[in-house]
């Protein structure tokens, strides 16, 4: 069964910078495009940024030139870097297909921006 693993989150001030990581398990990894979702208190979850499997690259508005996606497909992981960090990026952030069907999501992992 496909199994999604996020990790990386945490507190930082306004500014700051965070790499988040996916690790991804039970499914042909290399063959899907995936994303990075975040949900924030009292909002839907929104895509933040797809990737193919050839590496291009699509982003938000609201995190476009702060944010940069990547992965390995030879490891099964995928990572958010996010540098910039504003109040407003304050969520859960999940790793899943880049799609309208997605698998059960994960855990998520906290990112907190504040001073």
């Known amino acids: 069964q496909v199994q999604l693993v996020e990790s990386g989150g945490g507190l930082v001030q306004p500014g700051g910078s965070l790499r988040l990581s996916c690790a991804a398990s039970?499914?042909?990894?290399?063959?899907?495009?995936m994303g990075w979702y975040r949900q924030a208190p009292g909002k839907q979850r929104e895509l933040v940024a797809r990737?193919?499997?050839?590496?291009?690259?699509d982003y938000a508005e609201s995190v476009k030139g702060r944010f940069t996606i990547s992965r390995d497909n030879a490891k099964n992981t995928m990572h958010l870097q996010m540098n910039s960090l504003k109040p407003e990026d304050t969520a859960v952030y999940y790793c899943?297909?880049?799609?309208?069907?997605?698998?059960?999501w994960g855990q998520g992992t906290q990112v907190t921006v504040s001073s």
């Open positions: 039970g499914m042909t990894f290399r063959m899907y495009i």
């Open positions: 899943n297909r880049g799609a309208t069907t997605t698998w059960d």
């Open positions: 990737i193919t499997p050839s590496g291009i690259t």
